[in-house]
């Protein structure tokens, strides 16, 4: 198993230019999430999704968006690049239970670097 | 509002020592989760904590939950180099997931 998969693993946008950060796991888990590392601030949830065709915003979702067709890719899209987007992007993936928000633990990709400039 | 805070943010400690990290929450839950973080890498998956009172183990890391002081803890014992890393909790309720700010350890050899 691949486990979570990310691409590419580091990229330079330039202010107001979008992009896409791919996220596939091979796990067959229903939730997968986003998030950001920021120096200090821990991590932060965008966006996460309890299953294919549900998604749902998280602590910081402002100038990203998300969309799952299927159980295992659930793509981060920047719709116009800014400096304070700057940041190391992890998603993440878990089996859940009950509610769909009983994760049992997240398995986390290897990261994206994004630097905008 | 569901709250995480992580202490100490920075520990540098000799080899050989014992010590503390210390995750408190601020609602109610009972998941609690532990990662480690080596510089550059991902997050890897240290301990599942999901009932009042749960211990897990492993080699010279303990972690334990107390729900009902919100409170769980990451006990190093007789600290090794190799154990220098970030350590994070993660609590999660239900949709809502927050990670405390991390725990730098720096183990001196």
């Known amino acids: 198993n691949a486990g979570v998969t990310q691409t590419p693993k580091f990229q330079v946008l330039k202010t107001g230019q979008s992009m896409t950060l791919q996220c596939a796991q091979d796990m067959n888990h229903e939730y997968m999430s986003w998030y950001r590392q920021d120096p200090g601030m821990g991590l932060r949830l965008i966006h996460y999704?309890?299953?294919?065709?549900?998604?749902d915003q998280g602590e910081v979702p402002n100038g990203y968006n998300v969309s799952r067709s299927t159980t295992e890719d659930f793509p981060l899209r920047l719709l116009s690049a800014a400096p304070s987007q700057t940041s190391v992007y992890f998603c993440a993936s878990s089996y859940s239970f009950g509610t769909g928000y009983q994760l049992e633990t997240q398995y986390f990709g290897p990261g994206t670097r994004l630097l905008v400039l | 509002e569901l709250k995480v805070e992580q202490n100490p943010l920075f520990l540098s400690m000799q080899e050989g020592k014992n010590y503390t990290i210390y995750c408190n929450y601020s609602?109610?839950?009972?998941?609690l989760y532990w990662y480690r973080q080596d510089p550059g890498k991902s997050l890897e998956s240290l301990f599942v904590l999901l009932s009042n009172g749960a211990v897990k183990q492993e080699g010279r890391l303990m972690a334990s939950l107390d729900t009902k002081a919100r409170l769980s803890t990451l006990h190093i014992t007789a600290a090794v180099h190799d154990l220098s890393a970030t350590y994070f909790c993660e609590v999660n309720r239900d949709d809502k997931i927050i990670f405390g700010k991390g725990t730098r350890l720096h183990i001196l050899p």
């Open positions: 999704s309890v299953g294919a065709g549900i998604t």
């Open positions: 609602t109610t839950s009972d998941r």
